[in-house]
């Protein structure tokens, strides 16, 4: 009885470390990164689109937004979007607290295959990055970043989406990326993709819309996007990078 209780004892502190381990680390944001890579990106701008995330975290001003918080410490993933059942999670949860943590996250997104998929499912990448939350971090809010050049036309219904992520606590901020060309014959009243992002796509307390003017204006527009995500600092429902 003695020898059974002696070694109890001694599995104690393991099961407490062993569970300890297991919990999420804090942090003050867990933010997830939804690429677009329908076919309407094409091989170049879809180049521009991972540089902009990539050269985004090499910037030292991102870093310090990183660190400013209570925790100083923010969770940030990876993955890219297409079809309603095409999501590849390319880059795994990452703590980033400093320039180097960030230096290694952009080399990871550099490092990503380019692929191209068919169609649009915003709801099935808002749906994705739903089940991505809590598994590395728990952060005391939860941000996903959703970038794109189109519509919904694939999946489940995008309001029942974006109503299911809200109602987890979860924040969607949307990326839309806008194509100046005169739009195809029998689309010109159709809603510019801002305010489709704006009306049907966004959504949570604080949600906002970052307007790229085309794929060149990506890199800025991420870099603006982050940081007020990360700081979680208010302004226009829509802005222009």
């Not at 690429?35 to 091989?43: I, K, N, T």
Request: proline residues 6%.
């Amino acid at each position: 009885m003695r020898r059974r209780l002696f070694l109890a004892g001694l599995a104690m502190p393991f099961v407490a470390t062993t569970a300890r381990a297991n919990e999420p680390d804090p942090v003050d944001v867990e933010l997830i990164l939804a690429v677009d890579v329908s076919r309407s990106v094409d091989a170049e701008e879809m180049e521009m689109q991972f540089n902009g995330y990539a050269n985004a975290f090499r910037d030292p001003r991102l870093a310090d937004s990183f660190g400013g918080g209570p925790l100083g410490a923010v969770g940030v993933t990876l993955f890219t979007w297409s079809d309603w059942n095409i999501q590849e999670h390319l880059v795994p949860w990452t703590k980033l607290t400093c320039l180097a943590d960030c230096e290694q996250f952009a080399a990871m997104i550099d490092a990503v295959p380019r692929r191209t998929h068919l169609y649009t499912s915003i709801s099935g990448a808002i749906d994705f990055a739903g089940r991505l939350f809590g598994q590395r971090f728990e952060g005391t809010r939860r941000v996903v970043d959703i970038s794109g050049d189109g519509i919904n036309n694939s999946g489940r219904d995008l309001g029942l989406a974006r109503q299911a992520a809200v109602e987890q606590g979860i924040i969607l901020n949307g990326l839309a990326v806008l194509d100046r060309s005169p739009p195809p014959s029998g689309m010109a009243n159709a809603q510019p993709l801002d305010e489709y992002y704006r009306d049907r796509v966004i959504g949570g307390p604080g949600a906002f819309v970052m307007a790229a003017d085309g794929f060149e204006a990506f890199e800025p527009a991420v870099k603006r996007k982050i940081i007020r995500e990360v700081a979680g600092l208010s302004g226009p429902t829509i802005e222009y990078a």
